[in-house]
């Protein structure tokens, strides 16, 4: 299932022969990449800080501080390259909202995978 996991980063990979194909502003390419890849790696980076602790006020801290922050993160990033180009910002926020449903629609599938052997371990 680990594939399973990651299918949003594949996706991300099989996007750039088709923006190339169906010419597509690689500025909008690049910036929707750029916007996945550091959300996905500032929540990975805060996951691993909210399991390091006890205190369940401080991970959802962590947890809700994440979840804006990282929004605003790829908000700004789709953005900027909308003010450069118009149609970058727009293939951008595309890019990333087909990103995020196959990402959501992943982890939902794995939810009940991932609770069933939290509870085989304790």
């Given at each position: ?22 010419g597509?502003?690689?500025?909008g ?22 399991g ?24 700004l ?10 149609d970058?910002g ?11 449903t ?14 069933s052997?939290?509870r085989?371990a304790?």
């Amino acid at each position: 299932m680990p594939i399973l996991r990651h299918l949003d980063l594949a996706m991300l990979a099989l996007a750039l022969p088709v923006f190339l194909v169906a010419g597509w502003p690689m500025l909008g390419y690049g910036a929707g990449a750029l916007a996945w890849i550091a959300q996905r790696a500032l929540q990975h980076w805060t996951t691993q800080k909210a399991g390091a602790t006890d205190d369940p006020r401080k991970v959802a801290g962590i947890m809700t501080g994440s979840l804006i922050g990282r929004g605003w993160l790829a908000a700004l990033i789709i953005f900027g390259a909308g003010m450069i180009e118009n149609d970058a910002g727009l293939a951008a926020a595309v890019l990333v909202i087909v990103l995020f449903t196959v990402y959501f629609t992943a982890s939902m599938i794995l939810r009940p995978f991932e609770r069933s052997v939290g509870r085989q371990a304790s």
